[in-house]
Structure formats: C-alpha cells, structure tokens
C-alpha cells in the first residue's frame, strides 16, 4: 500500500546541450579520436603493413633455417624442456613461437605470427621520432619500412632478425628521449630494449658498440665543455698520465711481441688418432714448435702489466 500511497518522485532533469557536448560518451567517434591526416597516414600503413605481413603467412613451406627453429620451439611446447644453445642465438624467438603454438595450434602458419607482429610494429615506431626527422620525414621512414623487401622479406619468415632490428629501434628511440627529456620512463624503455637485444641474437653487441661510441664521444664532448673541468683538472692530470702509461705499456708490449723474430721451429712427433696404442708400423707425421725468446717473454709481460697497471 505505501508504494500506492507515496508521491512518485520527480524525473532527473535531462542535462541541457552544452553538458552533453561536454561528456566523453556524447563526442562523436572521430573528435574523440583526435583523428587527423598524419595519424591516418599511420593507420593506413598499419594496415597494409597487416596485409603484407600476413597474407598466405603459412603457405610456403619452411626452410632449412626455419625448421630448426620451429623444431626447438615445438620441442618446449609439448613440454620437452628448453636448453640454451649459442647455435641457435638467444630464447627470445623460441619462448614467443612455444606462446604461439599453445594459442593457435602448431602450424607453419602459427609459427610466424609473432615475427609478422613485430614486423607489423617496427611500421609504428618512427612515429615517436618525429621531433628528430619531422613529421613527413618519420612518415617517408615507416614508408620505406613497409615497402622494404628485406624487411618484408624477415617479418614472413621465422628468425630473430625482424625481433632485433624492433628491439635495437625502440633502444635508439629511448635514447634520444632520455638525451632530451631526462624522464625514468625513457630509461626503462632502454633497459628492456636493450635486455630483450642480447636475449634476442649476438649481433646486440654490433648494436651495442653503435650506440656506445655515440654516447661515449658525446660524453666527452660535455665533460670538455664542463665548467667543473678547470677546477679538477689539477687533480686529473696524474691519474691520466698513470692510464696513459698504462696503455703505452699495453700497446709497446703487444707490438714488440707480435713482430718479434722468431727462432728455428724443431720437429717434433706427434700421436695419432689411435687412442692410447700406437701402431709402431704407421708412419709418424712430424710437426714443428718454437721455443719463445727471452726478448717476446719480456715484451709480454710488459704488455700484461700495462693491463694490471
């Protein structure tokens, strides 16, 4: 009876117009997207990146490179354990193909989808080096990544290379961020690039010695222009004479024992490849070893000590 009894309470107002335009839902899409030329750009090379990538992605059979990989990565997915093998570069590639293979089936199909990704992201990437190349300049470099053959090429086909080369991108790209902007963000950026390289392939440290000699004649660069250089430079000199000595030392030692003369070699005989008996019919094979002078023993140990010094 209370419900009959009670006074219907009174209707929200309806909000006006100016507080619906102002409310996330009521914008139309495109406005809230912020969608302008530049960004479709993007979005169209993002989906013919997708197409490039993808289409008939399982439909040429592996090769001799591949079935390696795809052996490995389905030995872990059905639980055969991984073990780490300089042979087949760094478990980046072989953990993703495994997560591939438990999520869509084991296939050659399945096996490339997460090098295809990756191709499909490296498309994306100069878009956050624009305030370096320009905005049609990091436009025409996503251009080039999506037409390139050779990317195209290792984004549909099952090695590390298209992993390191994303990798070794987003590294360069927090650099230059971490270089202008001196934000933590940047910095862990770097380090899971950087760590996700040398998990990835060896050729990181081809990467590495890039990046490093920039970084390192740029740091000489601002301690010579430092204010602070004068005032230490007192207290500088002797240390680098003592590291100057050193690599002197290094350097006199290693040459003098590398174009030292060398003495007569003496022959001497050498065992075969028949265990621990030797046949005492075979004909023994003679070969020849010299005796290190006095004067290369002394220069190596120069060169030793310039190390330790």
Do not use: C
Not at 16 to 30: G, T
Not at 191 to 206: D, K, P, Q, S, W
Request: aromatic fraction near 14%; proline fraction near 5%.
């Amino acid at each position: 009876m209370t419900d009959l009894t009670q006074l219907p309470t009174a209707l929200p107002e309806r909000p006006d117009a100016s507080e619906r335009a102002l409310s996330p839902l009521s914008r139309p899409l495109i406005t809230a997207l912020n969608l302008d030329l530049e960004k479709a750009i993007y979005i169209t090379f993002l989906l013919l990146a997708i197409v490039t990538r993808f289409y008939g992605l399982g439909d040429r059979v592996v090769s001799h490179d591949e079935s390696l990989h795809t052996q490995f990565s389905y030995q872990y997915y059905i639980g055969d354990g991984y073990v780490h093998s300089p042979l087949m570069h760094g478990p980046t590639l072989f953990h993703l193909t495994a997560a591939s293979y438990w999520l869509f089936g084991d296939s050659d199909l399945s096996a490339r989808i997460p090098v295809a990704i990756f191709g499909v992201l490296l498309i994306a990437l100069p878009y956050f080096l624009r305030d370096w190349l320009g905005r049609k300049g990091a436009l025409f470099v996503s251009f080039l990544f999506l037409i390139s053959p050779y990317l195209t090429y290792y984004s549909r086909y099952i090695r590390h290379d298209i992993l390191l080369i994303t990798f070794a991108l987003i590294v360069f790209i927090a650099t230059w961020h971490t270089i202008r902007e001196r934000r933590n963000k940047y910095l862990w950026w770097f380090v899971v690039g950087l760590a996700l390289m040398f998990a990835t392939m060896e050729a990181a440290f081809i990467y590495v010695a890039i990046f490093g000699s920039f970084l390192l004649v740029r740091l000489l660069a601002l301690i010579v222009r430092a204010d602070w250089l004068g005032e230490v430079m007192d207290k500088l000199w002797v240390g680098a004479l003592v590291a100057l000595l050193g690599v002197a030392l290094v350097g006199v030692g290693y040459g003098a024992h590398k174009f030292a003369p060398q003495p007569a070699a003496t022959p001497t005989t050498t065992a075969t490849s028949e265990g621990f008996a030797v046949d005492p019919n075979a004909t023994q094979t003679a070969t020849t070893t010299a005796e290190e002078t006095g004067f290369a023993k002394a220069m190596r140990w120069i060169a030793i000590g310039g190390i330790a010094h």
